[in-house]
């Protein structure tokens, strides 16, 4: 009677083994086999037999990983503190070095990206964080795909999210931004006038060119006053114009 039923545990665990032998990857999975503890092959993706107790396997996703990089105090190189997070788009290109190169690849990652992050942008004034924001992406991502490329890792993207300020700099901005509108302002102003001044000496040159067109000019201001019934009127009256009139009633 024990040998049937010993046979009988046999065959099921011989069943177990060989279910337990079929691994099955997908499309965006890998299997790095480990065989008596040495590596033997990168595996998937689809049906792979790994033996068992002889072979060991760890699964691999090959996806891009969107990984959330916490905030972080950094101080400008103008000596600004502030609050920065950013997030990082990274996936495994060799699947081999993400898990014999580093212990933890997401771990690993995520600590190189906080460290980059503060030692990069404390390298730039706080302008420089605030309006440039694509260059830092990039000089971030290339620090970043450098050091990560020995673990088999390429970072694709690096995007800084928020830059947060404390009251007191938020208040200072703003009066930067309110003095500069009002220099812009002056200068504007300032050029107006030039501008004015430019055409009106033109204008005095060509109304000086005939002697009567001063007059007519006079004549043109005097009406355009007279609009006004509610204002008192004093207006020069040249010489030269009642010279002329004198002359006129004389020949008359």
Known sequence: MSFPLSFGALLVLLIV????????FREYERGVVFQLGRFWKVKGPGLVIIIPAIQQVVRVDLRTVVLDVPTQDVITRDNVSVKVSAVIYFRVLDAQKAIIQVEDFLMAT?????????????????????AERERLNADIQQVLDSQTDAWGIKVSNVEIKHVDLN????????????????????????????QASEKLMMAAEMLGRQ??????????????????????????????????MAELSSKT
């Open 211 to 244: 002697p009567g067109a001063m007059q007519l000019r006079y004549m043109q201001t005097l009406g355009l006053i007279a609009g006004d019934k509610s204002s008192t009127i004093v207006f020069p009256l040249p010489i030269e114009l009642l010279k002329g």
């Open 17 to 24: 083994l060989i279910v337990s032998a079929f691994r099955i």
């Open 110 to 130: 995520s600590q190189l990206a906080q460290t980059t992050l503060r030692s990069v942008l404390g390298k730039h004034e706080l302008d420089e964080l605030l």
């Open 167 to 194: 009251e007191s700099m938020i208040r200072a901005i703003a009066k930067q931004a309110e003095a500069e509108r009002e220099r812009r302002a002056k200068v504007i102003h300032a050029e107006g006038e030039l």
